[in-house]
């Protein structure tokens, strides 16, 4: 009896009609043969043979066991020689022994569906294995006994292989991120080497200057012990010429006296009235004299004796002074010169290290250049992407290697969605996967295309945008499906767009349907996005008193300042120049604000909003930097809710309480009556590694409602 066979799977040809070979029901005694009339349009009766004809009774013929061997067929491309010769060898060498009907029909249609494959194509090994999958649904089928048993084994393996599939597709990043990584440290490298050459160059430079300054020290130095030697030289003359001049006056003194002394006894004997007087008063005198010369002749002597090496005390201050003045000039060079002994002594360490980290460097970079692959040339993928080396130009336009290979991957994993028929479902593990993939059983590829499944989330976004939204995103976006294509059809459609927003992230729009659906973004996000681009868009139009589409750049500047109020100058500066604002435009140029808010076939933004989304990111990444910055610990450690409370007010006194709570309730995971306000006791219970704060929080929308209060200087 005729059994009707399951779908192909996606791996096999759709153009290929050939024959299908005959199943064998066994049903006791009886054992029928029938074709499959889907594949070959032949119908045949139903045969019934007796056991006594091919078997024992009550089962199947047996095949001998000496031609077991031979029945094998090996891994050979069907065409080639080879095959044939082993095939006619082995045909000649069973003759003696009759094979199984169904067992030549199972091996016939074999080498046919072999034959038809392309063995050349990379999914070659994928390929061949879908004939073998048949040939063991036929045995599962035909085998009523052992039909759980080779199901069991059958499902073994494919889970078995579709786990190697994940394996290989989740290793494909990989590839991407080690190129990503070898294209950064060339950066670094070459970064290193220009600022190593750069500083080794003004390393150089100060050396020689150094250099240049201890040569005219030690020019200096030599000129002044030149100095103090003609110092000394004029010294020894002047005292030369001091004792010459002393000794002059001492025999100057002496002829003084002498004449004195002869004027003195002349007088005496000219003068009638000495002789008058007693001579032994004289005689006492003359011995007086005597005495007192006597003594101040010894006194001379020892003056003689003890400051004859004696200068002028006037001299003696002037040489001293000028030899303070060159001691404190040789002690400033004597520090000058230990000072640059002790910075050339840097510099040599320096250079020394310099050449150390160098070698290293170098040693590196060639390790580098030997394990790394070489640079991809992108011009071979013209021919690969459809649409030729126009849309390849169009696509790689503007973006580095990286973005390049998600645009690659992108057109590769597309081709790779459309050649797929089925999805197999995911099961129903809740805390896992999202309400609408929990599904168990295979589920259609509706295979629309990438501008269908656009219009069909602008759609869901329009109507997601006008209910009350409360219930969850999933479950809005299953329920959206449900009604839109019916309840049959909505679990195919939910897993065909999620395989394509997972596929296409380098759309805005579909990035921002998966990063909402897998929870990694909160839909508040973009709704406050676009309710922000739409408040933009309200007041350029409230300033475009006339409504002509136009305004001037300084009107665009005054409402972005105005809408921004906590934006600085050069992020105001980034948005003009992304709204076409250049260095050579005058304040008076007009622009058509309303061209900045439009989007493309593809849902894609203009440049002007992705700098707004650029910049918002921007600033709440710097806005939990900050807050953890004010709590001061590290990632692992844990925080306390009143601290934490703490930290945002500081940062951001302008919160609302109820802003605050909403941020305090992602943070730790508490619903509004769960967070005590009062209790200081509890408050402290509830805790949380600061790591997890900031990923919930990078979750939600977070941004500052006020200006951070200046701490007061010491002057104040």
């Given at each position: 009896?005729?059994?009707?066979?399951?779908?192909?799977?996606?791996?096999?040809?759709?153009?290929?009609?050939?024959?299908?070979?005959?199943?064998?029901?066994?049903?006791?005694?009886?054992?029928?043969?029938?074709?499959?009339?889907?594949?070959?349009?032949?119908?045949?009766?139903?045969?019934?043979?007796?056991?006594?004809?091919?078997?024992?009774?009550?089962?199947?013929?047996?095949?001998?066991?000496?031609?077991?061997?031979?029945?094998?067929?090996?891994?050979?491309k069907p065409c080639s020689d080879d095959y044939w010769k082993k095939t006619r060898s082995w045909k000649q060498s069973t003759l003696g022994a009759t094979k199984p009907r169904f067992l030549?029909?199972?091996?016939?249609?074999?080498?046919?569906?072999?034959?038809?494959?392309?063995?050349?194509?990379?999914?070659?090994?994928?390929?061949?294995?879908?004939?073998?999958?048949?040939?063991?649904?036929?045995?599962?089928?035909?085998?009523?006994?052992?039909?759980p048993l080779l199901s069991s084994i059958k499902n073994a393996y494919e889970v078995m292989l579709?786990?190697?599939?994940?394996?290989?597709?989740?290793?494909?990043?990989?590839?991407a991120k080690l190129v990503t990584v070898n294209e950064d440290c060339n950066e670094r490298i070459l970064a290193m080497r220009a600022e190593e050459r750069s500083e080794i160059s003004m390393l150089k430079k100060e050396k020689m200057g150094l250099l240049k300054l201890i040569d005219k020290k030690n020019e200096e130095k030599i000129s002044l012990q030149s100095e103090v030697t003609k110092l000394r030289k004029s010294l020894a003359e002047e005292y030369l010429r001091y004792l010459t001049e002393r000794d002059a006056r001492k025999?100057?003194?002496?002829?003084?006296?002498?004449?004195?002394?002869?004027?003195?006894?002349?007088?005496?004997?000219?003068?009638?009235?000495?002789?008058?007087?007693?001579?032994?008063?004289?005689?006492?005198?003359?011995?007086?004299?005597?005495?007192?010369?006597?003594?101040?002749?010894?006194?001379?002597?020892?003056?003689?004796?003890?400051?004859?090496?004696?200068?002028?005390?006037?001299?003696?201050?002037?040489?001293?002074?000028?030899?303070?003045?060159?001691?404190?000039?040789?002690?400033?060079?004597?520090?000058?010169?230990?000072?640059v002994r002790k910075e050339h002594e840097i510099l040599l360490q320096l250079h020394m290290v310099t050449l150390k980290e160098r070698d290293q460097f170098f040693t590196e970079l060639q390790e580098i250049q030997r394990t790394s692959t070489p640079r991809p040339d992108w011009t071979k993928c013209e021919d690969v992407v459809a649409g030729g080396?126009?849309?390849?130009?169009?696509?790689?336009?503007?973006?580095?290697?990286?973005?390049?290979?998600?645009?690659?991957?992108?057109?590769?994993?597309?081709?790779?969605?459309?050649?797929?028929?089925?999805?197999?479902?995911?099961?129903?593990?809740?805390?896992?996967?999202?309400?609408?993939?929990?599904?168990?059983?295979?589920?259609?590829?509706?295979?629309?295309?990438k501008k269908d499944v656009i219009n069909l989330l602008k759609d869901?976004?329009?109507?997601?945008?006008?209910?009350?939204?409360?219930?969850?995103?999933?479950?809005?976006?299953?329920?959206?499906?449900?009604?839109?294509?019916?309840?049959?059809?909505?679990?195919?459609?939910?897993?065909?767009?999620?395989?394509?927003?997972?596929?296409?992230?380098?759309?805005?729009?579909?990035?921002?349907?998966?990063?909402?659906?897998?929870?990694?973004?909160?839909?508040?996000?973009?709704?406050?996005?676009?309710?922000?681009?739409?408040?933009?868009?309200?007041?350029?139009?409230?300033?475009?008193?006339?409504?002509?589409?136009?305004?001037?750049?300084?009107?665009?500047?005054?409402?972005?300042?105005?809408?921004?109020?906590?934006?600085?100058?050069?992020?105001?500066?980034?948005?003009?120049?992304?709204?076409g604002w250049h260095a050579n435009s005058s304040n008076a140029d007009l622009l058509n604000y309303r061209a900045l808010f439009l989007e493309d076939e593809e849902g894609q933004s203009m440049p002007f909003v992705y700098k707004l989304w650029e910049q918002y990111m921007f600033e709440k990444d710097e806005y939990l930097h900050e807050l953890k910055q004010e709590l001061g610990l590290e990632l692992r450690e844990e925080v306390t809710l009143p601290k934490l409370r703490e930290a945002l007010m500081i940062i951001d006194p302008s919160l609302d309480k109820q802003t605050l709570n909403s941020y305090l309730n992602q943070a730790f995971q508490v619903s509004v009556t769960e967070v005590p306000e009062e209790s200081v006791e509890n408050e402290e219970n509830i805790v949380a590694q600061l790591r997890t704060i900031l990923e919930r929080l990078q979750v939600i929308d977070i941004r500052r409602k006020g200006a951070r209060e200046q701490e007061p200087t010491m002057g104040s």
């Open positions: 009896m005729a059994s009707s066979k399951p779908q192909r799977s996606s791996f096999a040809s759709t153009s290929r009609t050939h024959a299908r070979p005959s199943r064998v029901i066994i049903d006791e005694n009886v054992i029928t043969e029938t074709f499959n009339p889907e594949k070959h349009k032949l119908s045949l009766k139903r045969k019934t043979l007796t056991s006594c004809q091919s078997s024992i009774c009550g089962y199947l013929s047996p095949w001998p066991t000496y031609t077991s061997g031979q029945t094998i067929l090996h891994n050979r030549e029909q199972l091996e016939n249609y074999l080498r046919k569906e072999l034959l038809l494959l392309e063995l050349s194509t990379d999914s070659a090994q994928e390929l061949r294995l879908q004939p073998y999958r048949e040939i063991f649904d036929f045995f599962i089928e035909d085998f009523k006994t052992y039909k579709a786990h190697q599939r994940e394996e290989i597709r989740a290793l494909k990043p990989l590839k025999i100057l003194i002496a002829d003084l006296n002498e004449l004195r002394y002869q004027r003195e006894d002349m007088s005496l004997a000219q003068s009638p009235g000495i002789w008058g007087e007693d001579p032994v008063k004289l005689t006492l005198a003359l011995k007086m004299t005597r005495q007192d010369l006597a003594r101040t002749q010894m006194e001379l002597n020892t003056m003689k004796a003890n400051f004859g090496d004696v200068v002028p005390r006037r001299d003696f201050e002037m040489q001293e002074k000028i030899n303070k003045d060159l001691q404190e000039q040789l002690e400033s060079l004597r520090d000058d010169y230990e000072e080396s126009e849309r390849w130009h169009m696509l790689a336009e503007g973006k580095n290697s990286d973005q390049l290979v998600d645009v690659l991957l992108e057109e590769i994993g597309e081709g790779l969605l459309r050649e797929k028929d089925f999805f197999h479902g995911l099961g129903y593990e809740e805390s896992i996967l999202p309400p609408f993939l929990r599904y168990d059983g295979v589920v259609e590829n509706k295979k629309p295309t869901a976004w329009k109507e997601r945008l006008i209910e009350e939204q409360k219930e969850k995103f999933s479950d809005f976006f299953f329920n959206f499906l449900e009604y839109r294509f019916g309840s049959t059809d909505a679990m195919a459609w939910a897993y065909t767009i999620f395989e394509n927003i997972k596929l296409f992230r380098s759309n805005d729009l579909m990035r921002q349907f998966y990063e909402i659906l897998t929870e990694k973004k909160s839909e508040s996000v973009f709704i406050k996005q676009k309710e922000t681009i739409t408040q933009l868009l309200k007041e350029l139009t409230n300033v475009d008193s006339q409504n002509e589409g136009l305004l001037t750049m300084e009107q665009l500047s005054t409402v972005l300042k105005s809408t921004f109020p906590f934006k600085k100058e050069d992020k105001i500066q980034e948005l003009m120049e992304a709204g």
